[in-house]
């Protein structure tokens, strides 16, 4: 494609080329718009391709697919959206008009960044022409981010949330004014399909700069509405390990994690490799830097005053999880979601139990074992959590080698698990969860699930060595927690 497209690989040409043939002899007019172009004129390879056409949007599309044998695929019947994927799996997104002309389309579309259009046929032959009816080549020119129009947030509040995605994931700054406006529409979001608020969480919690996007929400009183347990927080203080209440020390905690992700080798050495490419997966680092937010949630209710300046919060990750898992349930998240995050909060302070073990001269094979049994694929990204955990707390006791002794406890992990316990964690269990229950007789539930990490635990250990030993424990533990004295 020309020069004005470079970052829209070549193979979207026949796609949108014959698009804009078949609008031509029907009598209408397709544009690029949106995020599509925004991304474009950033010099950044758009994730998808949106467009928008005059009259009846959905009928072109319908004869786009009959024409090449693509793929119609009907989005949203109300606001005339379709989407067309060529053989291959290329796709581009279809919209009718929402107003009576593209201008006014434009001007009721979310943020003067996204409010642009260059119409195909020119985008295609690489000429000028893109349409700014709300300045927001000037605003992408100073990475600023400006409601569009003066009701577009309290048309679709939603699009609050939506502006700190965009401060997350392409580095804007919002616009003067543009904070209190957020402010009047957040309100509205509970009015907002939690599916599509789940969408907007990830994308923002997936972006470079998570921790400034969730701290912009607190400025603007968002967030505590999207996760009310978070509020519970607020003015709780810690002990002298912190120097932040417990909330402000979560939004601290997402965005030490983003520096990590930032420069991982800084941070941690080598193995910085190793947690990188962890957090390159989007769904993955979506996750953890929402378990960073989340994994001090149960410290108000477990905080107990032992003396004045000094508080303790024991079993907060038992009672964090819980917690963290139903207020991803209420944000949308999917379970998977719920279940990794969930895991990594009940586990963040599995790394610094061993840190004292460590300091102590305690440190020990089975402590890492249990340790990898318990987080399984995610060490990387729970001790990237542990070492922004530690980034985030800058209390007069915290010790002041603490990230450097988290990172070689770490390093001291790698080791065991890469070399002396490969192989026992690549062999199989010795039982599963049905052949358990039919030999005890139990009901699904989490005894079994008990049951089975005793016995995994106990086989990694070298203590039993085939399936008639592992019943046997099971059997054994099991009518140890039954027994009534």
């Known amino acids: 494609m020309p020069a004005l497209f470079p970052g829209l690989p070549l193979v979207y040409r026949p796609l949108l080329q014959r698009l804009q043939e078949l609008a031509r002899a029907r009598g209408q007019r397709v544009w690029l718009c949106g995020g599509t172009l925004r991304d474009l004129l950033l010099g950044r390879r758009p994730p998808d391709v949106d467009l928008c056409a005059s009259g009846e949007a959905l009928a072109l599309g319908r004869s786009w697919a009959a024409e090449t044998k693509g793929r119609f695929v009907l989005l949203d019947p109300e606001h005339a959206t379709c989407r067309l994927v060529w053989p291959g799996g290329i796709q581009a997104d279809l919209a009718g008009l929402r107003a009576g002309d593209i201008e006014g389309d434009l001007r009721r579309r979310d943020f003067t960044v996204n409010a642009l259009a260059w119409e195909l046929g020119a985008a295609l032959a690489g000429r000028g022409g893109v349409l700014d009816p709300t300045g927001g080549k000037d605003d992408l020119a100073a990475g600023l981010l400006r409601p569009a129009g003066p009701e577009v947030l309290r048309a679709d509040p939603l699009r609050v949330l939506r502006a700190f995605r965009f401060l997350a994931t392409h580095g804007f700054s919002l616009a003067p004014g543009t904070d209190e406006r957020l402010s009047a529409a957040a309100p509205g979001l509970f009015r907002?399909?939690?599916?599509?608020?789940?969408?907007?969480?990830?994308?923002?919690?997936?972006?470079?700069?998570?921790?400034?996007?969730?701290?912009?929400?607190?400025?603007?009183?968002?967030?505590t509405r999207l996760v009310p347990a978070l509020a519970f927080g607020r003015g709780v203080e810690q002990n002298p390990y912190h120097h932040l209440d417990v909330l402000g020390h979560s939004l601290a905690c997402v965005e030490s994690l983003d520096a990590i992700a930032a420069r991982p080798r800084e941070h941690l050495g080598d193995l910085g490799r190793e947690v990188s490419q962890y957090l390159a997966q989007p769904e993955a680092r979506a996750r953890l830097?929402?378990?960073?937010?989340?994994?001090?949630?149960?410290?108000?209710?477990?905080?107990?005053?032992?003396?004045?300046?000094?508080?303790?919060?024991?079993?907060?990750?038992?009672?964090?999880?819980?917690?963290?898992?139903?207020?991803?349930?209420?944000?949308?998240?999917?379970?998977?979601?719920?279940?990794?995050?969930?895991?990594?909060?009940?586990?963040?302070?599995?790394?610094?139990?061993?840190?004292g073990a460590w300091r102590r001269g305690q440190f020990s094979p089975r402590g890492v074992r249990r340790l990898l049994a318990a987080v399984g694929d995610h060490l990387a990204g729970l001790m990237a959590l542990a070492l922004a955990d530690t980034m985030a707390g800058r209390g007069p006791l915290r010790p002041p080698d603490a990230e450097e002794l988290l990172v070689a406890v770490y390093r001291r992990v790698a080791e065991l698990r890469d070399r002396e316990l490969a192989r026992a964690l690549a062999a199989p269990p010795l039982i599963d969860g049905h052949r358990l229950m039919a030999a005890l007789g139990l009901e699904p539930g989490p005894e079994v699930g008990r049951l089975l990490k005793a016995v995994r635990e106990a086989q990694l250990e070298g203590e039993i060595q085939d399936p008639t030993q592992a019943l046997e424990l099971a059997r054994r533990l099991w009518r140890e927690a039954h027994t009534v004295d």
Do not use: N
């Open 289 to 355: 830097a929402t378990a960073a937010l989340l994994h001090d949630l149960g410290k108000p209710a477990t905080r107990r005053q032992r003396k004045p300046g000094w508080a303790t919060f024991y079993h907060h990750d038992r009672e964090g999880a819980r917690l963290a898992r139903d207020a991803c349930r209420k944000l949308g998240l999917s379970k998977a979601d719920r279940e990794v995050v969930g895991l990594l909060v009940r586990e963040h302070m599995r790394p610094f139990h061993l840190m």
């Open 192 to 223: 907002v399909a939690r599916e599509r608020i789940a969408h907007e969480w990830r994308l923002m919690m997936a972006g470079a700069r998570a921790g400034r996007a969730v701290r912009g929400l607190e400025e603007v009183q968002a967030l």
